[in-house]
């Protein structure tokens, strides 16, 4: 790579790890109490998917190991907010559906991070922000790994 191109990659991704930052911070503290930012992330994913998901399947989509869902998959059992039964046509396996106190709890989050997050784009602009978009989900193409 030529230097122009390692000096923006290095401009554009010291940014996009400063807006994660700062927009993780912001949001875990106006999350409902003690729910956190991986809690909504699966909530929100089993609310949008419908279908159940295998705990394999949630680790695939967050690049966790299966050890670290499964650890969260029990925080959210525990509150209540997922069902977790046996796979009944494969016994080693475990499906994972959204409940709904889960999904309540999901839909009080998106609630206090609406304004937040909305308040942001409407800052930067909403054109800025759909130009944006492009460009961010190629650069997530490009950094995922192939399975």
């Known amino acids: 790579m030529s230097n122009e191109i ?21 949001l875990a503290k106006a999350l409902p109490k003690g729910m ?19 705990p394999a399947q949630l680790a695939r989509t ?14 959210l059992e525990w509150a209540g907010w997922v069902h ?15 409940s709904p106190s889960g999904l309540a709890a999901r839909n009080a989050a998106v609630a206090v991070i609406i304004p937040i997050i909305g308040e ?13 978009l492009p460009v961010l989900r190629a650069l997530r193409s490009a950094l995922e790994l192939p399975e």
């Open 6 to 26: 390692d000096n923006l990659a290095v401009t554009l991704f010291s940014e996009i790890l400063a807006v994660d930052q700062l927009a993780r911070n912001r």
């Open 62 to 75: 967050f690049n966790l190991t299966r050890g670290a869902m499964t650890n969260t998959l029990g925080k």
């Open 120 to 132: 942001a784009v409407s800052k930067a602009g909403a054109d800025q922000a759909r130009l944006s």
């Open 84 to 98: 977790i039964r046996p796979d009944w046509d494969d016994a080693r396996r475990k499906l994972v559906s959204i």
């Open 36 to 54: 956190e930012l991986s809690h909504f992330s699966v909530l929100n994913q089993l609310a949008h998917g419908g279908a159940e998901r295998t």
